[in-house]
């Protein structure tokens, strides 16, 4: 398990929070100590944890939990999102041709990630070749052509050239047709202005598309300043992470290398050649955090948004505000998936008359009107009824339907429109549907007393 002793500190930190009566300031502070006392011992830089911890507590004592979701989910949100923003952005190495330069110091563990990485694009079906251009460590030639017949790729070296720029032209042409190429460069103890000529050679030479920098995280936060350096000097695509499997600093090494922004995209997690994982922050984080339930989490969250969504919208048209940028959507729900169709469903207007069995006919209906409101402007929207026949033309046009589709769907938004009018002078429909809605889970306050 990668991460392991800042894995069980944090897991330790949740389930104080799952086996709390109540959340509130004395916890949040307590947990917060226990992330910050975790991450430093997992050599982030202190500063950073620091200011990552006061962001965390500021956040779980001042923002209000979204509707549906409890003050217990809302701060284990808080830290699941703070903890993925450490790591930085995402990026992924594209699956396609192309050419890539791995570059980095001695012993970091390129010509183990080249191996690596040819299994990972062979396993995604693209044919693959090994260059050996690293002219400084002869065993680098025998290391990465083993690595070649193991996974049976392409090789190309030349063990008595010394010039890395030649072997690349060669490499070049013995591969030619090969659709993903990874060159092994040599390395050095710093990064020396040799070094950096050198890379930058072999990077035109090849045409990289890529320049990855592998970095050995058993140097903890000292991976920062290496991966800058190196991202200064030569620029690189991303930062391969090796060896997180031993070693207690590897949150050290990944969030310095995040903080110099140069996006890390895969891990190295063991010496096999299947031992590299795509980096992916989120995904990392809730394997680190132990939450299979998170998922189920945030998909709450995004329900809670969208229960507030439909609350304003109902809001809106028991208030008489109709126009077409409600029945958008009213229609953008009705076309969803999940409970927010239900409740959707109870807003009077455009699903007033859908009868079980036309459902289908109707969805689709509904994502043409969809497809059609998109090419009106908004004033269009707004006022429906300055929709004359020379809008309607350049409207149906736009959406790609005929003329009578749009009037379709003018006719039906003023029929739901009419619909919703006599919906809102009725008393008792009205306390009603408050009751229907109240019942589904909608709170909607104020409303009720009317
Ligand atoms: N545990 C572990 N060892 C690794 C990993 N990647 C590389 N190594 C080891 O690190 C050492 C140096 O690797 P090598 O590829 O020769 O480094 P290079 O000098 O940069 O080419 C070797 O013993 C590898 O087996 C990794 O992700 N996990
Ligand atoms: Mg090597």
Not at 231 to 259: N, P, Q, R
């Amino acid at each position: 398990m990668v991460l392991e002793k800042l894995g069980d500190s944090l897991r330790a930190a949740l389930r104080k929070i799952a086996g709390a009566s109540y959340v509130d300031e004395a916890l949040i502070k307590d947990i917060v100590r226990d992330i910050q006392r975790a991450l430093l011992q997992a050599d982030v830089n202190v500063k950073l944890a620091l200011s990552i911890t006061r962001e965390l507590q500021r956040r779980a004592l001042e923002e209000a939990p979204p509707a549906g979701m409890s003050p217990r989910e809302h701060v284990v949100r808080i830290i699941y999102e703070e903890l993925v923003r450490i790591l930085g952005t995402a990026r992924e190495v594209p699956i396609q041709k192309q050419k890539i330069l791995l570059v980095g110091l001695y012993g970091q563990g390129k010509t183990t990630t080249a191996g690596k990485l040819g299994k990972y694009f062979q396993k995604k079906g693209l044919s693959v070749g090994f260059i050996a251009a690293d002219v400084h460590r002869p065993a680098a030639y025998d290391q990465l052509e083993q690595l070649a017949d193991q996974i049976k790729v392409g090789f190309y070296g030349d063990r008595k050239e010394k010039d890395a720029v030649r072997i690349v032209r060669a490499g070049l042409k013995a591969l030619e047709g090969t659709d993903v190429l990874v060159v092994d460069s040599s390395g050095r103890h710093a990064l020396e202005p040799d070094l950096i000529a050198e890379i930058v050679a072999v990077g035109k030479a090849l045409g990289a598309d890529e320049r990855l920098l592998v970095i050995d995280a058993t140097i903890g936060q000292q991976a920062g300043p290496q991966a800058k350096a190196f991202h200064d000097a030569v620029g690189v695509t991303g930062v391969i992470v090796t060896k997180l499997d031993g070693t207690a600093k590897g949150g050290g090494a990944l969030s310095a290398v995040a903080e110099v922004r140069a996006p890390i995209v895969f891990v190295g997690v063991g010496e096999k050649i299947d031992d590299l994982e795509r980096f992916e922050p989120p995904r990392f984080i809730s394997r680190l955090l132990g939450m299979g339930d998170l998922e189920s989490l945030l998909e709450k969250a995004q329900e809670a948004i969208d229960e507030k969504k439909a609350e304003e919208l109902t809001r809106k048209i028991m208030a008489g505000k109709f126009t077409l940028h409600e029945m958008y959507e009213q229609i953008d729900m009705l076309t969803g998936m999940g409970p927010m169709q239900r409740i959707a469903s109870l807003i009077p207007g455009v699903a007033g008359k859908v009868q079980d069995g036309e459902m289908e006919n109707t969805q689709a209906k509904l994502r043409r009107f969809r497809v059609i409101m998109d090419s009106m402007t908004d004033e269009e929207m707004t006022d429906p009824k300055s929709v004359k026949a020379s809008r309607v033309q350049r409207i149906a046009r736009g959406a790609g339907v005929a003329p009578r589709d749009v009037k379709e769907l003018l006719r039906h938004y003023e029929m739901s429109r009419k619909a919703i009018k006599g919906f809102a002078g009725n008393r008792k429909m009205r306390r009603q549907l408050l009751k229907q809605l109240a019942d589904s889970g909608v709170d909607l306050g104020e409303l009720e007393d009317k």
